[in-house]
């Protein structure tokens, strides 16, 4: 036989086998089941906002400020096929109202699986506000994956990771406390159940004060734990080269913005070009047009957009492959409650490692580990640390249940 002849037989055979399945599938024996029809006509019908607060048994806090409660503004959707999606963010200058008076509008009567039609008029219509669309757009990837039958992780093309490792977001300052006595014994007690990695705060007492309470931390947990450390925006820049200097010393992973916060963050690209230690920063950033700017000037060794702030899942995405344009790492920000929690663990489960070799640094998680109900009792499977790393979530959605009916404990009275 020719080659055109074996050509010529092999898409005859083709045409016939396509024949074939159509054949079939007119006569019923290929069903749509083994793919199953999008829900099409899904409308959103509902769109509620809970602000929630938690008052703590005592005051905690950053360098700079200490607070006795922990708040959170949960968002969920509702549809008339009875599919409910949840969100989470912060109800900071009017959030809360942006979603009632403006986000809402854009929302209800709408198909939650037109996600890119939706996510782009909700930009429009609040000026900008990252949190206003980050809460909805958590939300939005829940019922979505809910309605396809997909986790967010598949709904981007699957994990590239089954589990990731926290590191204990820690030892705050507290009322009435002295660090010394606290933050050693602490960093001990997380080391024992398990934690591989772990931050504490700095910068609120003078620097030879606070260097000596980290000498003791690194002592207490040895030198395999991974350790960071958030200034809080508490030191200037000279003083921020000479204690990142010392921070080299004990082995330190990071150094999360020690200057003062704000979306331009004036002075991180200098403070990054002057210490060894990888810098962090960027939980401030609100789009992936504000982190554009700090990843080319290379603000920060380490940004940490945060889901809920910056406009949501794709969003974090974005700006992390954005980063690693540049080879900066990308270690979300995540002081939050469980659905925060679960859409950056989808997030990280997407996330590459940093370079392609075998013991390169993987995304960490930010895992709060202070008091907070709305990461432990308002879900109905709080997570687990299970030899150092945390299970992403493999149901449809952000794959967590939320408990209303707990919720509604702890709902802030209008």
């Not at 996510?119 to 900008?128: D, E, I, P, T, V």
């Not at 963050?265 to 554009?292: C, F, K, M, Q």
Request: with cysteine; glycine share 10%.
């Amino acid at each position: 036989m020719s080659r055109r002849d074996l050509l010529r037989s092999g898409t005859l055979g083709s045409f016939g086998a396509l024949a074939g399945l159509s054949s079939l599938a007119s006569n019923g024996a290929v069903e749509a089941a083994d793919s199953p029809a999008k829900p099409s006509s899904l409308k959103i019908t509902k769109v509620e906002t809970f602000p929630v607060q938690h008052k703590l048994q005592r005051a905690i806090g950053v360098s700079t400020a200490l607070g006795g409660f922990r708040d959170a503004l949960l968002i969920k959707l509702s549809t008339d096929s009875g599919l409910v999606g949840w969100g989470e963010t912060s109800d900071v200058g009017g959030t809360r109202g942006i979603i009632e008076d403006h986000l809402k509008t854009e929302l209800l009567g709408k198909n939650p699986l037109e996600h890119r039609k939706l996510w782009r008029s909700l930009w429009g219509a609040n000026f900008g506000d990252g949190r206003a669309v980050a809460g909805v757009d958590l939300a939005l990837h829940d019922l979505r994956g809910k309605a396809l039958g997909l986790s967010v992780a598949e709904m981007y093309g699957g994990r590239v990771r089954d589990k990731i490792m926290p590191y204990a977001a820690a030892m705050n300052y507290t009322e009435g406390v002295r660090p010394e006595e606290q933050f050693p014994a602490e960093a001990a007690g997380l080391a024992k159940r398990g934690f591989l990695a772990m931050k504490i705060r700095t910068g609120r007492f003078e620097n030879k004060r606070d260097l000596a309470v980290l000498t003791k931390i690194r002592e207490a947990v040895g030198p395999d734990i991974k350790l960071l450390t958030d200034g809080n925006g508490a030191f200037t820049i000279p003083q921020a080269v000479k204690f990142g200097k010392e921070l080299e010393k004990l082995d330190f992973y990071c150094f999360e913005e020690p200057l003062p916060q704000g979306l331009n963050y004036a002075g991180y690209d200098v403070l990054t070009a002057s210490l060894d230690i990888a810098v962090s920063g960027g939980e401030a950033l609100d789009s992936r047009a504000s982190a554009r700017d700090h990843i080319v000037k290379r603000s920060f060794d380490i940004i940490q957009p945060d889901a809920t702030l910056c406009g949501g899942i794709a969003e974090v995405l974005f700006i992390a492959e954005m980063a690693r344009l540049f080879s900066v790492q990308c270690v979300p920000h995540c002081w939050s409650g469980a659905v925060a929690i679960a859409a950056t663990l989808q997030i990280l489960s997407l996330l590459p490692g940093y370079t392609f070799g075998f013991t390169t640094d993987e995304p960490m998680l930010e895992f709060d580990t202070f008091e907070n109900p709305f990461r432990e009792e308002i879900v109905t499977r709080p997570f687990q640390l299970e030899q150092g790393y945390i299970t992403v979530p493999t149901g449809p959605g952000l794959g967590i249940e939320v408990n209303e009916e707990v919720l509604k404990k702890y709902l802030v009275k209008k």
